[in-house]
């Protein structure tokens, strides 16, 4: 590079002196990668800025002629910037005897090298995907697990119920009632069995609170006339007493069984239509990152705006998983009719595009539909006009 005797010389600014810098990092990438040939005129102009830069020797031309190469140097190598190879190559080890005791030290004190933005990023990731997925599949055996106990419990209700009904039809003592009394027995241990595992599930998400069996006061007002009336006569009335202590246990019973019934179905809905579409579309998010992660990582063009663009698809992604479950039912997807609402919920979170889609689609069907009745006003409001002319004339 030549330049003029009479063309002054100045001092190299903070910012020129980087990107001299990084366009020695630039051209140390393409003749690694083989890829991309160099350019001679380019890498000669990127070579000589360095050199200047030692020797101090700099001017207004030599600076319009570095960028504007420079500018053709990054053009060849984008998507690849010097951010994206700063983000995950790892840093060299200093040269200066000063630095390199200094990093020698650090080194020393830390164990390893630093660890650059890329890695922190897949380590980061990994470590929440599987994070999600344990707490996914916890989340999914406890819905299971409810699912079955309060399914088993209005069968077995049910099946007792008309069991019992049945039984006071037959006459005492036949083989018949013995088998039907023998069958509502076992109903009776099935039930108290689930019934337990239920109570047991609700401590859970009550973490560890119960429901009280406490009567309304009105129940509670007429149990205690009633006790206090038949305990004018003990003696007498000592039979209709024991039945209506076992009528109120019954009755203190069955409110604590329905509460948990209630509950637990109650629990069972939040968990099918809300959290758990919210935790698939998550960890599909979370897959959908770690494969673009990697694809970047690999081609070199992974960057701090990648990072800000993967945290909002997460966020897209469980919102996208919950509110499939709101829009789409599988019966109505053509394409997507044999996927249950989980799997929906876990593809939407992977791909929320789809969903975008699929909201578009929406919003023209009925745009387009409530726009139908406005094509015949025109002709309506002319047929006025003209009925208007005529009377007029």
Known sequence: MHKKNSEPLYAISPEIEQVIHDGQKLLSYIA?????????????VIINAKHQLGKKEWSSADETLFLVNYDK?????Y?????????ILPEKMPTNTQDATKEKSMSAHAGKRPVTRAEAAVAWYRRYTLLALVLLLLTQVYHLFGKDLSTNLHDIFSERESNQAALGQLESG??????????VERLNQQLDANYKLLMIWNQIWSLGGTFSDSLPRYFQSKYELTKKSLSRDPEANGDKLDTLELERSLHQARILFFENILAADAILQVLQGYILPLMYGLLGAFIFVLRSLMREIKALTYTFSSEIKYRLR???????GMVIGWFLKPEEANALASLSPMALAFLMGYNVDVLFSLMDK??????????KPEASQPASAQAVAVKSNQANG
């Open 362 to 371: 929406v919003i023209a069907n009925i745009k387009q539909s409530i726009g």
């Open 32 to 44: 690694r990668c083989g890829n991309t040939r160099l350019d001679p005129e380019v890498t000669e």
């Open 79 to 87: 998507p690849v910037t010097v951010e994206s190879l700063d983000a």
């Open 174 to 183: 036949s083989q018949q009632a013995v088998a039907l009394a023998d069958k």
């Open 73 to 77: 140097l990054a053009e060849v190598v």
């Open 314 to 320: 997460l966020t897209l992604g469980a919102l996208g």
